[in-house]
């Protein structure tokens, strides 16, 4: 059936675009009376493909990572970036206002593109009235980078969060605009569902512009989390280039994934769109954790200053280490600029009973902390692992010993300041963990090892003792906990299947700035029904552990790990050295 003039009256103006590209092309050549060689050259640029979210240089599946027709004038501009060169380039020459308006940041690349080529396109951005009042609202005169610490009490804030602060000529917090790059999670989900997404992509990342005040008291206050700001050393002309292009992009969902594609990936890119030549996102890693961005800035001499702003849970624990006196508070020591590499690669060499042999392990983690890691730059007692990966090989062969997916324990002092109570509600220490992990079946006298997928929860109290540092906002520098430990494992053990539940009782002490120790005992009681009179269904198997690290130097360190386990009429002990290099 014909269309309607109606309705041939209201295609959308993006088609004419791309109608009047192809004939323009073929009537007239390129715009602006360029060749194809200077056309090809502009496409290839890295800010152009950047700008349109492409990978810096081109590869076999070429392709922009927003996948929406609306962030392109071309048909073919999610895939071919020469091509969205074209019928930007046509619509400057156009005069088409629309485009212009909607794509701000790419007209200014383009328009000192063609300057330095001796043209003058006569196109800017100044009558674009929508834009210039989104640019006024937010009045960037400055940016900055703001850190709120990890806070493992959230899943999606456990490795901390980053986002930009937007101010005028003069700081002022009450008229300073938060510009956030996060995760829209779904409350409905629980702890399990919301981490597995995250890791997985699958929820959406959606850019906020919010007052900075209200964003900052969210942070200090009801999280009780500390933040970092560092003034980014930017020039003018890179803080509006930025503005443009949050202008263009602000609307464009895109999966957000906690390893990449993150609040942090999201400010490095808006960076890397005004210093080409800076290679940020090389710097920061294939793993980003929003921590080492001031790391990474910090060593592209991009910050101008920095400030630590306390939160009223540091500032409470403070009154209670100098008994009210704040007049000499000094910043904890959450610094990220301070903090070290995530990645840890180690080799190490031990011995197990079991084997009854040497016993060699190699270690690889893709973040982020534990709780005998050198502590500097993270929040208090983080213990946040993700992508944890250890072989080990005896006199058989080698063998995956633990694929830890995540796992994360908060402890919550309860004496502390630092405990994570809200309201009058109880403050908890908790943990859970995805793996898949060796283990020994304990049920037969065989004490058969098998690789079991473990999925746990934890939960309990902590109680800090010791030392405190009377100048900062820090609990002691030893923690105890007794947390019910409750586990379901799936796997090749007796029946395919075993619960677990009981006690986990340890502590963790800060000797040293350089010499961390920890033990636990674990009294799991296990079940897997068997009629067999030679299998257990139901049993303990106790496993009491320690361990100490040695920092060598900021990125070198060696740790000592014992553990003795009781099986069904024996018991196992095993002891490993690992010298860890991270990275």
């Given at each position: 059936?014909?269309?309607?003039?109606?309705?041939?009256?209201?295609?959308?103006?993006?088609?004419?675009?791309?109608?009047?590209?192809?004939?323009?092309?073929?009537?007239?050549?390129?715009?602006?009376?360029?060749?194809?060689?200077?056309?090809?050259?502009?496409?290839?640029?890295?800010?152009?493909?950047?700008?349109?979210?492409?990978?810096?240089?081109?590869?076999?599946?070429?392709?922009?990572?927003?996948?929406?027709?609306?962030?392109?004038?071309?048909?073919?501009?999610?895939?071919?970036?020469?091509?969205?060169?074209?019928?930007?380039?046509?619509?400057?020459?156009?005069?088409?206002?629309?485009?212009?308006?909607?794509?701000?940041?790419?007209?200014?690349?383009?328009?000192?593109?063609?300057?330095?080529?001796?043209?003058?396109?006569?196109?800017?951005?100044?009558?674009?009235?929508?834009?210039?009042?989104?640019?006024?609202?937010?009045?960037?005169?400055?940016?900055?980078?703001?850190?709120?610490?990890?806070?493992?009490?959230?899943?999606?804030?456990?490795?901390?969060?980053?986002?930009?602060?937007?101010?005028?000529?003069?700081?002022?917090?009450?008229?300073?605009?938060?510009?956030?790059?996060?995760?829209?999670?779904?409350?409905?989900?629980?702890?399990?569902?919301?981490?597995?997404?995250?890791?997985?992509?699958?929820?959406?990342?959606?850019?906020?512009?919010?007052?900075?005040?209200?964003?900052?008291?969210?942070?200090?206050?009801?999280?009780?989390?500390?933040?970092?700001?560092?003034?980014?050393?930017?020039?003018?002309?890179?803080?509006?280039?930025?503005?443009?292009?949050?202008?263009?992009?602000?609307?464009?969902?895109?999966?957000?994934?906690?390893?990449?594609?993150?609040?942090?990936?999201?400010?490095?890119?808006?960076?890397?769109?005004?210093?080409?030549?800076?290679?940020?996102?090389?710097?920061?890693?294939?793993?980003?954790?929003?921590?080492?961005?001031?790391?990474?800035?910090?060593?592209?001499?991009?910050?101008?200053?920095?400030?630590?702003?306390?939160?009223?849970?540091?500032?409470?624990?403070?009154?209670?280490?100098?008994?009210?006196?704040?007049?000499?508070?000094?910043?904890?020591?959450?610094?990220?600029?301070?903090?070290?590499?995530?990645?840890?690669?180690?080799?190490?060499?031990?011995?197990?009973?079991?084997?009854?042999?040497?016993?060699?392990?190699?270690?690889?983690?893709?973040?982020?902390?534990?709780?005998?890691?050198?502590?500097?730059?993270?929040?208090?007692?983080?213990?946040?692992?993700?992508?944890?990966?250890?072989?080990?090989?005896?006199?058989?062969?080698?063998?995956?010993?633990?694929?830890?997916?995540?796992?994360?324990?908060?402890?919550?002092?309860?004496?502390?300041?630092?405990?994570?109570?809200?309201?009058?509600k109880a403050a908890y220490a908790t943990g859970m963990g995805i793996r898949l992990h060796r283990v020994i079946d304990a049920s037969s006298p065989a004490n058969d090892d098998a690789l079991v997928f473990d999925v746990g929860v934890q939960r309990g109290k902590s109680w800090a003792f010791g030392k405190t540092d009377d100048n900062?906002?820090?609990?002691?520098?030893?923690?105890?906990?007794?947390?019910?430990?409750?586990?379901?494992?799936?796997?090749?053990?007796?029946?395919?299947?075993?619960?677990?539940?009981?006690?986990?009782?340890?502590?963790?002490?800060?000797?040293?700035?350089?010499?961390?120790?920890?033990?636990?005992?674990?009294?799991?009681?296990?079940?897997?029904?068997?009629?067999?009179?030679?299998?257990?269904?139901?049993?303990?198997?106790?496993?009491?552990?320690?361990?100490?690290?040695?920092?060598?130097?900021?990125?070198?360190?060696?740790?000592?790990?014992?553990?003795?386990?009781?099986?069904?009429?024996?018991?196992?002990?095993?002891?490993?050295?690992?010298?860890?290099?991270?990275?």
């Amino acid at each position: 059936m014909a269309l309607s003039a109606q309705v041939q009256a209201g295609l959308s103006k993006q088609a004419d675009i791309r109608a009047m590209t192809t004939v323009a092309k073929k009537q007239l050549g390129n715009p602006f009376g360029l060749d194809d060689a200077t056309v090809a050259q502009l496409a290839k640029t890295t800010t152009w493909r950047r700008l349109l979210l492409f990978a810096d240089t081109p590869t076999k599946n070429d392709q922009s990572r927003v996948q929406n027709p609306k962030f392109f004038l071309s048909d073919e501009g999610e895939k071919n970036p020469q091509a969205e060169l074209v019928a930007m380039l046509t619509a400057m020459q156009n005069r088409d206002n629309q485009a212009i308006c909607q794509f701000v940041a790419r007209v200014y690349f383009l328009n000192q593109s063609l300057a330095e080529r001796g043209i003058n396109t006569r196109v800017d951005d100044s009558s674009c009235q929508a834009f210039w009042q989104f640019a006024d609202t937010i009045n960037a005169k400055r940016l900055s980078l703001i850190f709120a610490e990890e806070n493992p009490n959230n899943i999606a804030s456990a490795f901390g969060h980053v986002w930009l602060r937007a101010d005028a000529d003069t700081i002022d917090d009450s008229k300073a605009v938060a510009i956030n790059y996060t995760v829209a999670t779904d409350r409905a989900d629980n702890a399990i569902k919301s981490t597995t997404k995250s890791i997985f992509g699958g929820y959406a990342g959606v850019m906020e512009m919010m007052s900075y005040e209200q964003k900052a008291q969210d942070y200090l206050v009801k999280d009780g989390r500390d933040l970092w700001q560092f003034e980014l050393d930017l020039t003018a002309d890179e803080v509006m280039q930025i503005i443009r292009h949050i202008w263009e992009i602000k609307d464009m969902a895109r999966p957000y994934f906690f390893t990449h594609d993150n609040c942090a990936t999201e400010i490095v890119r808006l960076l890397d769109v005004v210093r080409d030549k800076a290679q940020l996102s090389k710097a920061v890693g294939k793993v980003v954790i929003p921590a080492r961005m001031a790391f990474v800035l910090k060593q592209q001499n991009m910050l101008a200053d920095e400030r630590f702003i306390p939160s009223q849970a540091t500032i409470r624990q403070a009154r209670l280490n100098r008994g009210g006196d704040l007049s000499e508070l000094l910043p904890n020591h959450n610094n990220p600029t301070q903090a070290n590499a995530v990645y840890r690669f180690g080799v190490g060499g031990g011995f197990d009973k079991k084997a009854d042999d040497a016993v060699y392990g190699v270690q690889l983690t893709a973040a982020y902390q534990d709780l005998l890691d050198n502590p500097n730059g993270t929040r208090q007692l983080l213990d946040l692992q993700l992508l944890s990966l250890t072989v080990r090989a005896d006199n058989h062969r080698p063998r995956l010993d633990d694929f830890t997916l995540f796992a994360t324990r908060s402890l919550n002092p309860v004496n502390t300041a630092k405990n994570n109570a809200s309201d009058d509600k109880a403050a908890y220490a908790t943990g859970m963990g995805i793996r898949l992990h060796r283990v020994i079946d304990a049920s037969s006298p065989a004490n058969d090892d098998a690789l079991v997928f473990d999925v746990g929860v934890q939960r309990g109290k902590s109680w800090a003792f010791g030392k405190t540092d009377d100048n900062r906002g820090e609990f002691a520098d030893t923690v105890c906990y007794a947390l019910l430990d409750g586990k379901m494992q799936l796997g090749r053990v007796n029946q395919g299947y075993r619960l677990a539940l009981g006690p986990s009782l340890g502590c963790v002490s800060y000797l040293t700035k350089s010499v961390r120790m920890m033990a636990q005992l674990d009294m799991p009681y296990y079940y897997h029904p068997d009629r067999a009179s030679s299998n257990r269904s139901g049993y303990m198997q106790p496993t009491v552990g320690f361990a100490v690290q040695k920092d060598l130097s900021a990125n070198h360190a060696l740790r000592l790990t014992a553990k003795a386990e009781r099986l069904n009429d024996a018991s196992n002990k095993q002891a490993m050295l690992y010298l860890y290099r991270y990275f």
